[in-house]
């Protein structure tokens, strides 16, 4: 689902937002869902994981993957639309989730390996 919305909403910015938003507005839609995408191949790695190890590290890096989006790409869509310049001091959260669910799948990957 996060992959789909993803590219529906990358598709939306570039054809239907390209004439309302400012260019730096719209290059900061744009990295929202760019990073979306990314952790929605995250997700699916950490998904992976949890259904052969079931570990809570691959869990933990599935939900910290789900709360980054929500609060990294989520912020810089209402940003970039909205033009509330107060949504951007959310983003920096969702920046820390991402790097703990990297921090996760990394740590449950080590350990599944022995």
């Given at each position: 689902?996060?992959?789909f919305?993803?590219?529906a909403l990358?598709?939306?910015?570039a054809?239907?937002?390209?004439?309302?938003?400012?260019?730096?507005?719209?290059?900061?839609?744009?990295?929202?869902?760019?990073?979306?995408?990314?952790?929605a191949?995250?997700?699916?790695?950490?998904?992976?994981?949890?259904?052969?190890?079931?570990?809570?590290?691959?869990?933990?890096?599935?939900?910290?993957?789900?709360?980054?989006?929500?609060?990294?790409?989520?912020?810089?869509?209402?940003?970039?639309?909205?033009?509330?310049?107060?949504f951007?001091?959310?983003?920096?959260?969702?920046?820390?989730?991402?790097l703990?669910?990297?921090l996760?799948?990394?740590?449950?990957a080590?350990?599944?390996?022995?």
């Amino acid at each position: 689902m996060a992959g789909f919305l993803a590219v529906a909403l990358g598709a939306f910015a570039a054809h239907a937002l390209r004439a309302r938003l400012a260019p730096d507005m719209l290059m900061v839609f744009e990295t929202g869902a760019r990073y979306q995408m990314y952790h929605a191949f995250a997700l699916l790695a950490a998904a992976w994981g949890w259904s052969r190890w079931r570990t809570r590290a691959f869990c933990a890096a599935g939900l910290l993957f789900g709360l980054g989006i929500l609060l990294f790409s989520g912020s810089l869509y209402l940003l970039a639309t909205t033009g509330m310049r107060t949504f951007g001091m959310i983003t920096p959260l969702g920046g820390a989730a991402f790097l703990g669910g990297w921090l996760c799948l990394i740590g449950g990957a080590l350990r599944a390996r022995t």
